[in-house]
Nanobody, 125 residues
Framework: QLQASGGGLVQAGGSLRLACAAS????????MGWFRQAPGKEREFVGA????????YYADSVKGRFTISRDNAKNTVYLQMNSLKPEDTAVYYC????????????????????WGKGTQVTVSS
């Protein structure tokens, strides 16, 4: 129901845009989040956006470099990643939180109830 795409290999300082396409149900009223998991590490929160797209929240490690946006008409969420660093290398996942209160963005993996398959992002130094 959620499918992330757009990953690839990029040099440090470069950019990538990931997309998360939803199908099978309408996610337009859900908070949509991005997470990532590097080898040997736990899955971590990257950022999330409210259903209206009016507010987004980011992990400190990506703040100022990554931007989340959404197009509810297309049932798609985007993660624009700029100034990429080798430490951004990970599998990136999109997820939906169907139970968040209005205007609230939650950051823990456990509260997100829909997950897509990840897309690999590799940043070379």
């Amino acid at each position: 129901q959620l499918q992330a795409s757009g990953g690839g290999l990029v040099q440090a300082g470069g950019s990538l845009r990931l997309a998360c396409a939803a199908s099978g149900r309408t996610f337009s009223t859900y908070v949509m989040g991005w997470f990532r998991q590097a080898p040997g590490k736990e899955r971590e929160f990257v950022g999330a956006i409210t259903w209206s797209g009016g507010s987004a929240y980011y992990a400190d490690s990506v703040k100022g470099r990554f931007t989340i946006s959404r197009d509810n008409a297309k049932n798609t969420v985007y993660l624009q990643m700029n100034s990429l660093k080798p430490e951004d290398t990970a599998v990136y996942y999109c997820a939906a939180d169907s139970k968040a209160s209005f205007g609230v963005v939650r950051t823990t993996t456990q509260v997100y109830d829909y997950w897509g398959k990840g897309t690999q992002v590799t940043v070379s130094s």
